[in-house]
């Protein structure tokens, strides 16, 4: 069964620092997404993405953010500056279209450490 | 942000016992989603709910959509010690560009 994947696994940077986190939705997806899940806390969303643009934000998604589709397999999230409060772990999800009623899958996430 | 409660915050409960966690909105949905995340894992979809009213189920698993559509659950019957994780519901908007998860419910099995 075709699942997203996301590299690395776990990322440790110091503050300050850019880091770029990667993901490979599934390949017949259109749309995609990024969350992050501080430990212990719900599953925020930061970012949809559709036909090489961001589709919605969140207000968490900030000027430090930013999305690409650089090729035609990879989705990345760059973050320019980080924080210490960025920890977290990051799920990239993809879905078949933008419907309400389309199920996103997720990607096993990227645990980021900002030291 | 919308905000989507979900109630209890945790649940303990013995191997067998039944589960119950509810999921509230403010405003009328278009649909809900679930999702369970296995400890250290990430979210895997459960299912999708979209009629007021609705009530579907899988195996120990029902999920109801509230009449007015702005409250749903999730009913385990004779938990398993599979079944421990974290519960989330999810508010999708009507673009179905952003997905709310709820607050989940992290639930623990004793054998």
């Known amino acids: 069964e075709p699942e997203v994947t996301q590299t690395p696994s776990h990322q440790v940077t110091q503050m300050g620092q850019e880091v770029i986190l990667r993901c490979v939705p599934i390949?017949?997806?259109?749309?995609f997404y990024w969350y992050r899940q501080i430990l212990g806390q719900k599953v925020e969303f930061l970012v949809s993405?559709?036909?090489?643009?961001?589709?919605?934000k969140s207000e968490i998604f900030d000027d430090q953010f930013s999305v690409e589709r650089p090729d035609g397999s990879n989705f990345t999230l760059k973050i320019r500056s980080t924080k210490l409060e960025d920890s977290a772990m990051y799920f990239c999800?993809?879905?078949?279209?933008?419907?309400?009623?389309?199920?996103?899958?997720f990607g096993p996430g990227t645990r980021l450490t900002v030291l | 942000g919308q905000q989507v409660m979900q109630i209890p915050q945790y649940q303990h409960v013995q191997e067998g016992e039944d589960f119950t966690t509810y999921c509230n909105s403010s405003?009328?949905?278009?649909?809900i989603q679930w999702y369970k995340q296995r400890p250290g894992g990430h979210p895997v979809f459960l299912i999708q709910?979209?009629?007021?009213?609705e009530v579907k189920k899988q195996k120990r698993l029902t999920f109801q959509f509230g009449e007015a559509k702005k409250n749903s659950s999730l009913h385990i019957t004779a938990t398993q010690t599979t079944d421990v994780g974290t519960y989330f519901c999810?508010?999708?908007?009507?673009?179905?560009?952003?997905?709310?998860f709820g607050t989940g419910t992290s639930l623990t099995v004793i054998p």
């Open positions: 405003t009328t949905l278009s649909n």
């Open positions: 709910l979209v009629k007021s009213g």
């Open positions: 999810a508010e999708v908007t009507n673009t179905g560009n952003q997905f709310y």
């Open positions: 390949s017949n997806h259109l749309y």
């Open positions: 993405f559709y036909n090489n643009e961001i589709s919605e």
């Open positions: 999800a993809s879905s078949t279209s933008g419907f309400s009623t389309d199920t996103q899958y």
